[in-house]
T-cell receptor
């Protein structure tokens, strides 16, 4: 299995530009999570989907952030317009169905730098 | 609500020293407990897990025992190596909160030769 795939691995953009981060979960997993990691705030859950439906987006910092999951094998996290304080590593994770004993599998992350 | 509390870091140890990273949790039911490790520049990887009270998870010389009476899941290793330098996260998942994980803040470990 290829694991969770994220792209791009690195993104450098200027303030005000739109940024789109992509994630392909592990095949057969029905839950998908987006996290943001910074030195100041640690690991933060932004949003998670179950069977392609957003369940909890209370961690999305503001309206500039949006996430979609159009099908079971693809999700995007979009920031528009981007700001320097959005600079962070963004992780996607997926998980199999049902049991609380199932672990989350993390992707390698996208390092975003907004100048 | 559910939560996880980890000991603050950073932790610096000499090679072959004994490691303990404390983790306590709050949950309404019967959670599963996890330790994840994040090596520099990488994503989080599952290190070990335990799904019920008194279970012991183990991997790569690391161990943690699910203690319901003390609501704890402390990570231990008898002899650390330089390659163990990483950030360690304690986490829980509970069936009645859906598929959500609750992560601790992470503990940075540096092992010096």
């Amino acid at each position: 299995d290829a694991g969770v795939i994220q792209s791009p691995r690195h993104e450098v953009t200027e303030m005000g530009q739109e940024v789109t981060l992509r994630c392909k979960p592990i095949s057969g997993h029905n839950s998908l999570f987006w996290y943001r990691q910074t030195m100041m705030r640690g690991l933060e859950l932004l949003i998670y989907f179950n069977n392609n439906v957003p369940i909890d987006d209370s961690g999305m910092p503001e309206d500039r952030f949006s996430a979609k999951m159009p099908n079971a094998s693809f999700s995007t996290l979009k920031i528009q317009p981007s700001e320097p304080r959005d600079s962070a590593v963004y992780f996607c994770a997926s998980r199999g169905e049902g049991l609380s004993s199932y672990e989350q599998y993390f992707g390698p992350g996208t390092r975003l730098t907004v100048t | 609500g559910d939560s996880v509390t980890q000991m603050e870091g950073p932790v610096t140890l000499s090679e072959e020293a004994f490691l303990t990273i404390n983790c306590t949790y709050t949950a309404t039911g019967y959670p599963s407990l996890f330790w994840y490790v994040q090596y520099p520049g990488e994503g989080l990887q599952l290190l070990l897990k335990a799904t019920k009270a008194d279970d012991k998870g183990s991997n790569k010389g690391f161990e943690a025992t699910y203690r319901k009476e003390t609501t704890s899941f402390h990570l231990e290793k008898g002899s650390v190596q330089v390659s163990d330098s990483a950030v360690y996260f304690c986490a829980l998942s509970e069936w009645d909160t859906g598929n959500q994980f609750y992560f601790g803040t992470g503990t940075s470990l540096t092992v010096i030769p």
